[in-house]
């Protein structure tokens, strides 16, 4: 607390000649504080990331590896891994579909003057985020069971509707996992844009209404144009988390166990060649076009938004 | 005119206040039937699913009870998971923030460089390297060890792009005036920057903690024997295509969430700047 040793350490640091003077130098500090980044960063992802490519070249048994060429990704030309990239991809364009558009409305309405309540509805839409998937998933697997007295079974039927095997079926599973995805992320992504809508000034807004602009002018010319880096933010983390998806659909199978693999995803597929079928090459060749993927898809995404443009 | 004017405000108002509450209640309903759910006997969750019948005959605590009978590993798990959420925090932020700060402070020559890296982590789905972090972390004898959990995780790209910018924001002029009077650089960094960067860590802390208690794949991965799990993994283990143990399930999903509840009460704003921390991408 006190600055009585003001002058010994003066005297410490500015004796060129020690080690730890060099150490407390200027120069030297900055990268004492990068060093657990450096350390961390080439052996926990610089490593793992070449070695996921090379692996997904090679045969690889305990003890020995061998290489294979491009055996693995021939070996994934085959209708269940086409069936894994088509319900990621849908999955993912689905979740794209509902989990922008509707949160970026919501944001605006709860945003708008004639709100109140405004902290409360905000601080409980966000509660389904505390959940862990795990929890989560418990919950609407056992609210979407086959059983007649089902959370959803009494619902459609009290509506007059036969009930129904809501995980066994292609479509209704792939509902489920849509309607698990809303609950999750809705008041998120609504958050973002709310984020975003902080930034907007009001003067903006004032100038158009004396223009005469109506709300939905308002909306779709200043709003929705000024909310695009947000926009593209939540974008990106939506593809990435569409591809990621695993958990969800493992906690509804009760594994990774979907009847006819209709909740079988991407990670769900690397999950299994590489540790169910302890198959680490193929695992490993999964990584790798979802990597192609996801890095496809986000630069045509942001060629599309004009990110790479010069202007601005 | 002005009176016209009112009322359809008034019933935009009345319009968006139904809307939100209806999406109010379809946040909290799976929450609170999981809730009333945990107070009835798993027989009858067997026969009857999850629903929102309520039988006060039937209303028991036994599931509680029984998740802290020295039978069952739930308490274990428990202790697993604040131990493992408690270290990867505290560890995530000191490290990061020491990235971050370094980043946003000091002018040196791999500084650019370093956070293009950082921002390359961000960019590639961590699942594709799940199998040679699994081979790493077999050979570096971290199997079934809550550092195999923490460790490969710990400094975290996202926090130390936060730190980043919030250093970046502040003040710098006092920093030579300190360097005069003495102060070597890591103590300006513990006893100047850090407190000024307080509210920097209460976001990240949570933000960290959160995902750390709910984390699931990684720590599927690592940790197999029944008394390292974590609770998420625990959970699940719970659910078979054979039978499912509702009475630790249910109980135990709701105990999980309780401390994740109060947290949230009494520090919401944390979580919100937290939570869209990424967002902030100048």
Not at chain 2, 106 to 130: D, G, S, T
Not at chain 2, 135 to 149: P, T
Not at chain 2, 166 to 179: E, H, M, N, S, V
Request: with cysteine.
């Amino acid at each position: 607390m006190s600055n009585t040793p003001n002058v010994t350490r003066v005297k410490q640091t500015s004796g060129s000649s020690s080690i730890s003077s060099l150490l407390y130098s200027q120069k030297i500090a900055p990268y004492v504080f990068v060093l657990p980044f450096i350390i961390s960063f080439s052996v926990f992802f610089a490593y793992p990331v070449v070695s996921a490519f090379i692996m997904s070249f090679q045969e690889i048994v305990p003890g020995s590896s061998k290489f294979i060429g491009f055996d693995n990704y021939k070996e994934l030309w085959n209708p269940t891994f086409f069936k894994a990239i088509k319900n990621s991809t849908v999955y993912t364009a689905l979740t794209l579909l509902l989990l922008i558009p509707i949160p970026l409305v919501l944001a605006a309405f709860l945003n708008s003057k004639v709100m109140i309540f405004k902290n409360f509805f905000r601080s409980t839409l966000f509660i389904p985020a505390l959940t862990s998937v795990v929890v989560a998933g418990t919950i609407f697997r056992l609210a979407f069971g086959e059983l007649d007295g089902s959370l959803m079974n009494t619902f459609i039927t009290a509506l007059g509707f036969e009930k129904q095997r809501w995980l066994g079926d292609r479509w209704l599973g792939l509902m489920t996992l849509l309607i698990l995805a809303c609950w999750r992320w809705m008041g998120i992504n609504m958050l973002y844009f709310m984020a975003g809508l902080q930034n907007i000034s009001k003067e903006v807004y004032e100038s158009a209404e004396i223009d005469g602009a109506n709300t939905w002018k308002k909306f779709t010319n200043i709003t929705v144009p000024l909310l695009k880096p947000i926009t593209i933010y939540v974008f990106t983390i939506s593809i990435y988390g569409g591809y990621a998806m695993f958990t969800e659909s493992y906690m509804l199978y009760s594994g990774n166990r979907s009847p006819k693999d209709i909740g079988l995803t991407m990670v769900g597929y690397l999950y299994r060649s590489g540790w169910e079928q302890n198959n680490l090459g193929l695992g490993a060749a999964v990584g790798i076009v979802l990597l192609a993927i996801t890095f496809i898809i986000t630069f045509v995404q942001l060629n599309l938004f004009g990110l790479f443009k010069k202007e601005e | 005119m002005k009176t016209a004017e009112e009322t359809k405000w008034s019933l935009n108002r009345v319009l968006l206040l139904l809307l939100f509450s209806a999406l109010a209640i379809f946040a909290l309903f799976p929450i609170v039937t999981l809730a009333i759910a945990s107070f009835k006997p798993a027989q009858e969750l067997l026969r009857n699913g999850l629903n929102l019948s309520l039988d006060k005959e039937l209303l028991t605590l036994s599931n509680y009870t029984n998740l802290f009978s020295p039978k069952e590993n739930y308490v274990t798990w428990y202790k697993n998971s604040v131990l493992i959420t408690f270290t990867f925090t505290v560890l995530c932020l000191l490290l990061s923030s020491m990235v971050g700060y370094a980043l946003a402070v000091y002018k040196f020559r791999f500084r650019n460089f370093l956070f293009v890296l950082v921002l390359i982590i961000m960019a590639v789905p961590l699942e594709i390297i799940m199998l040679p972090m699994y081979k790493l972390a077999i050979s570096f004898h971290l199997i079934n060890n809550m550092w195999g959990v923490i460790l490969p995780f710990v400094v975290a790209p996202l926090p130390i792009f936060f730190f980043r910018q919030y250093a970046g924001g502040l003040p710098k002029d006092f920093l030579d005036a300190a360097r005069v009077d003495g102060c070597t650089e890591y103590g300006i960094f513990f006893k100047i920057m850090m407190p000024l960067m307080a509210p920097a860590f209460s976001s990240m802390a949570i933000l960290q903690a959160l995902a750390s208690w709910n984390n699931f794949l990684w720590p599927l991965i690592v940790l197999n024997s029944t008394n390292k799990l974590t609770i998420p993994i625990g959970l699940s283990t719970l659910l078979t295509p054979y039978g499912n143990n509702y009475k630790i399930l249910i109980a135990g999903s709701v105990f999980a969430i309780i401390p994740v509840l109060i947290v949230f009460v009494f520090f919401q704003k944390y979580f919100i700047e937290g939570m869209t921390a990424g967002g902030v991408k100048g």
